[in-house]
Nanobody, 123 residues
């Protein structure tokens, strides 16, 4: 598995970004995929996940209703649509492939990690 995250950038509060995570080795279609984020001085935290089929999703309370995770297994890509961003969303965002098909919210449940993409939200 080789993950490449992209789509981060600088946006004003209330704006939107769409992150993408591509598996160039084309091997994550049977695994759950999650997005995590890490702000300076803070621990990495769970944001959202989707099971291997994309039929089940789960979100952190802090992003529920604003973020949407989806996946295209044909294109080996998982997306994170982020709307109504606020400065508290500023962080490096990482995609990760779970050890299982159903995933979870614990960092330890994820085996492979992308390099991260910076999201900065200005007030």
């Amino acid at each position: 598995v080789q993950l490449q995250a992209s789509g981060g950038g600088l946006v004003q509060a209330g704006g939107s970004l769409r992150l993408s995570c591509v598996d160039s080795k084309r091997t994550f279609s049977n695994n759950a995929v999650g997005w995590f984020r890490q702000a300076p001085g803070k621990e990495r935290e769970f944001v959202a996940m989707t099971n291997w089929r994309g039929t089940n999703t789960y979100y952190a309370d802090s992003v529920k209703g604003r973020f949407t995770i989806s996946r295209d297994n044909v294109k080996n890509t998982v997306f994170l649509q982020m709307n109504n961003l606020n400065p508290e969303d500023t962080a490096v965002y990482y995609c990760a492939v779970s050890r299982t098909s159903y995933g979870g919210s614990d960092v330890a449940q994820y085996r492979y990690w992308g390099q991260g993409t910076q999201v900065t939200v200005s007030s």
